[in-house]
């Protein structure tokens, strides 16, 4: 099992719509969460880190769930420049990082 | 400006050919770390520095070797390239935890 699992997708969606990834981890001790956005062969970004509390940035809304060990990042309104891979990423904290497959979504107008 | 700068941005070389991927940060971040991304796997830790004279293994680090001579430096070294080792390589940097990473432009390398 990997450490780190998202659906690969793609997911295509029409302008306007709302998206939502899930990403699970399997290591409980993991400590930091975030999302990184990735357009095609050029370097990750980070998106937004993701609290217990829940966090939300504009159209992006990202949580965590300690319990089932699931993040999600809801995307609303979704623009054609939403395309992208988004990538969920994990820390155990100190220097470990564990980055997920990434999902890919393509906004249709 | 802030910037982590990756060299070269493609290359191509045959098997066994010693190659180097250079990395250089000017924020002055104590960690930097080496990834490479395949296709449906993600993100693959190489190598990682917390600080000067500092390495450690990442996930997949045979066939690699890293130097962190000076803070802002931290090559890759491929002593000597199999096409399995054919991969888009990324460098990354970040303050203490790893909490948020800066990532280089990449390089697509190819072994022929």
């Known amino acids: 099992r990997k450490e780190v699992e998202q659906d690969p997708g793609p997911f295509n969606v029409p302008e306007g719509a709302t998206v939502a990834f899930n990403c699970t981890y399997s290591?409980?001790?993991?400590?930091?969460f975030f999302w990184y956005r990735q357009d095609c062969r050029k370097e990750p970004k980070l998106l937004m880190s993701?609290?217990?509390s829940g966090n939300e940035d504009g159209r992006f809304t990202a949580q965590l769930n300690r319990a089932s060990q699931y993040i999600s990042l809801l995307i609303r309104d979704s623009k054609l420049s939403d395309s992208a891979t988004y990538l969920c990423?994990?820390?155990?904290?100190?220097?470990?990082?564990?980055f997920g497959a990434g999902t890919r979504l393509f906004v249709k107008a | 400006e802030a910037q982590v700068t990756q060299n070269p941005r493609y290359l191509i070389t045959v098997t066994g050919k010693k190659l180097t991927v250079t990395c250089s940060q000017n924020m002055n971040h104590e960690y930097m770390s080496w990834y490479r991304q395949d296709p449906g796997l993600g993100l693959r830790q190489i190598y990682y520095s917390m600080n000067v004279e500092v390495t450690d293994k990442g996930d997949v680090p045979e066939g690699y070797k890293v130097s962190r001579k000076e803070k802002r430096n931290f090559p890759l070294i491929l002593e000597s390239p199999s096409p399995n080792q054919t991969s888009l390589y990324f460098c990354a940097t970040g303050t203490g935890g790893s909490e948020k990473l800066f990532f280089g432009s990449g390089t697509q390398l190819s072994v022929l």
């Open positions: 290591n409980s001790a993991s400590q930091s």
């Open positions: 993701v609290y217990s």
């Open positions: 990423v994990v820390s155990t904290g100190g220097f470990k990082t564990i």
